[in-house]
């Protein structure tokens, strides 16, 4: 079966320090993987969405990036952190093409100080 | 805007009572999904309906779709405490694959 991990459960970071999540899916190959943040009392907004290793398609300009290194590895990022970068973190997978339901990770709360 | 709107945006019932919460969209969909949060957590996904299916059942769960009005409800029978959750419904429209466009969802307070 498919599992998806997501790390650390929780972070407090200052503003201007650098950021790095990790989602990892396990048991399915060539997965869509998404990161979607979701503020307090909100739907989800997503930023970026991958269809293969390398390929990444970003959904709102902010000073967040995402890499696919390895082909059910997603990474978020930032190299300065901003007090509107916290919230709720989620990384989801699908499989590949469209037309499927996500499985989400167990989230990340984020923040930043 | 693409997105999703849930209502109602709160609803509190009695155990034993259904709920039952609607979706509307704006623009020509694939498929219509339903997923619950618990607080804190990750989404987990409930029902799919697509674009050329009007009514879906899972246990205790039915859901309709509407293509002529874009819009979607989601209907939970019998509902227990356990319900209690936020619900979102999320959209794939057909100008834009892979990607689900979710609404600001509902908040299901159901009361023992």
Redesign the interface.
Known sequence: SQTIHQWPATLVQPVGSPLSLECTVEGTSNPNLYWYRQAAGRGLQLLFYSVGIGQISSEVPQNLSASRPQDRQFILSSKKLLLSDSGFYLCAWSHSGGGYEQYFGPGTRLTVT | SQ?GEEDPQALSIQEGENATMNCSYKTSI??L?W?RQNS??????LI?I?SNEREKHSGRLRVTLDTSKKSSSLLITASRAADTASY?C?T?HMDS?????????T?LLVRP
């Open positions: 997105q694939n498929n999904q997923y804190g957590r990750g989404l987990v996904h799919l697509r979102f999320a794939e694959s892979y990607k689900l466009i979710f609404g600001s969802g908040r």
